[in-house]
């Protein structure tokens, strides 16, 4: 059995390959899976700690398992990251596990390919600024990976809850050649972006729809539970929505309540990544159309990063025999 470090992951989830082929596992179909296993511990600060498991498998190839944490207060208390996980994959034939790969890498491969596949379907061709609303872990991969899909952005403008925060992050990107700047007013950055990328723990909507301007791509990363959200309902009755998964509208907050209150119904959904991919349903129709998609993960993704992971470990082409 293979240890696989995030040194490793990084190194063979460069984005080039790892977007196609997750373009290329959408044509197919889904792994097998399991419900997810979601534990909340509460907090009096409003912001539980969490335990997540999935799996997903795919009979005679392979079996993924993952283990993930979210506990808000790491940073502040312990100088830790405060999501932290595992991945294990076993031979599909034998049962044997063959590899544990460092979790946080994979989340963020995974996670910033994800919302990269959709901007690359859904997102205008000559887009060039990119906001980034969020500055955890996360973010910079976001920012890396929109900008392999869309090599036209020439901006990105960073806004955190937290000013030092969003500084830190405008200066990796500097460090990178990437021009960044960090923004203090949420709204004015929004009205400015091509691409919004956000990724925050927030549960009151902070994106608001009246500000976004025609054309523009709104990638929601952020509410992986009921109780979080991230935009408003302006956002959804303006832009034309997608979600990387159709299970994701069941479990997320940018679903759930507008959903109850009748602000949208499942049928205002697009379509999915497999029926984008797939040629299904159509993207992106005109310059001044606002798009929206919801990457809600799911262990299918995982599996597939996983499955890609390997195969490139063992110098194999990328193959998947998931069908619909």
């Known amino acids: 059995m293979q240890m696989i470090d995030a040194a490793r992951v990084h190194a063979l989830l460069t984005y080039d390959?790892?977007?196609?082929?997750?373009?290329?596992?959408?044509?197919?179909?889904?792994?097998?899976?399991?419900?997810?296993?979601l534990y909340q511990q509460p907090r009096p600060d409003g912001h539980p700690d969490i335990f997540i498991i999935l799996a997903a498998w795919q009979p005679q190839e392979g079996l993924l398992a993952k283990l993930v944490t979210s506990f808000p207060r790491n940073k502040e208390?312990?100088?830790?990251?405060?999501?932290?996980?595992?991945?294990?994959?076993?031979?599909?034939?034998?049962?044997?596990?063959?590899?544990?790969?460092?979790?946080?890498?994979?989340?963020f491969r995974k996670t910033s390919a994800d919302s990269a596949l959709g901007?690359?379907?859904?997102?205008?061709?000559?887009?060039?600024?990119?906001?980034?609303?969020?500055?955890g872990g996360l973010a910079p991969y976001l920012a890396r990976a929109h900008r392999s899909v869309?090599?036209?952005?020439?901006?990105?403008?960073?806004?955190?809850?937290?000013p030092q925060n969003a500084d830190h992050l405008v200066a990796t990107l500097d460090a990178e050649g990437i021009l960044a700047t960090a923004m203090r007013d949420l709204d004015e950055a929004v009205g400015q972006a091509d691409i919004i990328s956000s990724a925050t723990m927030t549960s009151e909507p902070i994106i608001k729809g009246r500000l976004l301007k025609p054309g523009v791509h709104v990638d929601l990363v952020g509410s992986f539970t009921p109780e979080m959200r991230e935009a408003?309902?302006?956002?959804?009755?303006?832009?034309?929505?997608?979600?990387?998964?159709r299970q994701t509208?069941?479990?997320?907050?940018?679903?759930?309540s507008p959903f109850a209150?009748?602000?949208?119904t499942p049928a205002d959904i697009k379509g999915d990544l497999f029926e984008l991919c797939q040629r299904k349903v159509v993207g992106r129709t005109s310059p001044d159309q606002i798009t929206m998609m919801k990457n809600g993960g799911g262990s299918h993704m995982d599996y597939f990063v996983a499955k890609y992971l390997m195969?490139?470990?063992h110098n194999r082409a990328f193959r998947t025999t998931c069908s619909d």
């Not at 090599?151 to 806004?159: D, M, Q, T």
């Not at 408003?232 to 998964?245: K, S, Y």
């Open 249 to 256: 509208t069941q479990r997320s907050g940018e679903f759930v």
């Open 311 to 313: 195969d490139r470990l």
């Open 150 to 162: 869309r090599p036209s952005i020439k901006s990105v403008l960073v806004w955190n809850r937290t």
């Open 232 to 245: 408003d309902d302006d956002v959804l009755l303006r832009a034309d929505v997608f979600v990387d998964h």
């Open 261 to 264: 209150r009748g602000v949208i």
């Open 77 to 107: 208390l312990h100088g830790i990251a405060t999501v932290n996980s595992i991945y294990t994959f076993t031979n599909g034939e034998t049962g044997v596990t063959e590899a544990i790969i460092d979790g946080e890498a994979m989340i």
């Open 119 to 135: 901007a690359s379907l859904l997102a205008r061709e000559d887009a060039q600024t990119l906001l980034m609303v969020g500055a």
């Open 17 to 37: 390959g790892l977007i196609a082929a997750l373009r290329q596992a959408h044509l197919g179909g889904m792994p097998q899976m399991s419900d997810r296993m």
